[in-house]
């Protein structure tokens, strides 16, 4: 069995790793921060000095990055992938980026011969942790099949969506389905308290209805709570919206209300949650309308 590279040993990176190397494969890591580094060789990995020397020593290397420009930097950049893979490599992009970068990335490489799978994966540090994620894989079949068990060994489902890129707008189309629906349900709990409803029972009343969802079950409870820990950040959900709004410009779609709830989340980060779990949109319609939505009692 080759070694597999790893590249991006973060809040997602550092658990998926171990769970590979739990699985019996043998990882060589690199991340600029030299903390997780030493974590993840501690528990059986070997250093490299550079993604360069990572491709050089792997012919199957994954990277789980914050975003595109990061992506592009240690795929192509100085020192990086592309100047150390040998042909019929396979660069596994875990990382949530812009789709068209994906695209980007994988013609260059391609130009070497080195393939590329987008794979980013939805389910956060828990399910890193239990590798039990979803992971959404844009690519080759051939190149898919031949990644399977390694994918297989950090997520409970791995499905394969199409063609490069397309990993990357299944898991923005996730993104906007959860931001809008997280800004539907406050924009209804706000109304509801402020009416003098109780939330709590608006909710239990509604649920198994036809706007019950797992997002209204994941967040309506933690809002009522007024419990805001991540999860996931604001900022994080920036990210993925500004990914969503760049890649739909670019194929000609509008996201109107997509375009609103990004600016909520703008003005949320302004207002110094940045860092709040995205349930905290709630935090801007309660402000609006001066009422807090929490339970009674
Ligand atoms: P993170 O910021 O915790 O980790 C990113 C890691 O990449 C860091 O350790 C950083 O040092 C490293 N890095 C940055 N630039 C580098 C470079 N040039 N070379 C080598 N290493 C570099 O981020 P995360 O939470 O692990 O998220 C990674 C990706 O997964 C993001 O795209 C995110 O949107 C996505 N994601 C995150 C979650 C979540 O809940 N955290 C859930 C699903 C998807």
Redesign the pocket.
Not at 94 to 97: D, E, L, N, V
Not at 230 to 233: E, H, K, S, T, V
């Given at each position: 069995m080759s070694k597999i590279g790893f590249?991006?040993?973060?809040?997602?990176?550092?658990p998926m790793s171990k769970n590979l190397l739990k699985a019996g494969y043998e990882l060589v890591v690199?991340?600029?921060?030299k903390e997780?580094v030493e974590e993840v060789v501690a528990a059986g990995a070997e250093a490299a000095g550079s993604?360069r020397e990572v491709a050089e020593r792997c012919d199957k290397i994954i990277?789980?990055?914050?975003?595109s420009p990061?992506v592009k930097?240690?795929a192509l950049?100085k020192n990086g992938i592309i100047e150390g893979a040998r042909p019929g490599a396979i660069l596994i992009d875990?990382?949530?980026?812009d789709p068209m970068v994906s695209r980007e990335v994988a013609a260059e490489l391609g130009k070497k011969g080195v393939r590329m799978l987008d794979a980013?994966?939805?389910?956060?540090?828990p399910?890193?942790i239990d590798g039990t994620?979803s992971i959404m894989v844009g690519g080759r079949q051939e190149d898919f099949d031949a990644c399977y068990n390694i994918l297989k060994a950090m997520g409970a489902s791995v499905v394969r969506v199409g063609d490069i890129g397309a990993g990357n707008v299944t898991?923005l189309a996730n993104q906007i389905i959860v931001a809008l629906n997280i800004a539907a349900m406050s924009e209804a709990l706000v109304l509801a308290t402020k009416a003098g409803v109780d939330p709590e029972l608006v909710y239990q009343a509604i649920r198994g209805g036809l706007a019950g969802s797992t997002v209204l079950d994941a967040k309506a409870p933690l809002v009522m709570a007024g419990q805001f820990k991540?999860?996931?950040?604001i900022n994080?959900h920036i990210?993925?919206l500004a990914n969503a709004l760049a890649a739909s410009h670019q194929v000609g779609v509008p996201l109107p209300l997509t375009s609103v709830t990004m600016e909520i989340l703008q003005a949320l980060k302004v207002d110094g949650l940045g860092d709040a779990d995205h349930g905290a949109i709630i935090r801007f319609y309660e402000k609006l309308a001066q009422i807090e939505v929490r339970k009674k009692g």
């Open positions: 590249i991006g040993l973060g809040i997602m990176g550092k690199y991340d600029i921060i997780p993604p990277t789980m990055l914050p975003n990061h930097e240690v950049g875990m990382s949530s980026i980013p994966v939805s389910g956060g540090e399910k890193a994620l898991k991540p999860g996931f950040r994080l990210k993925d």
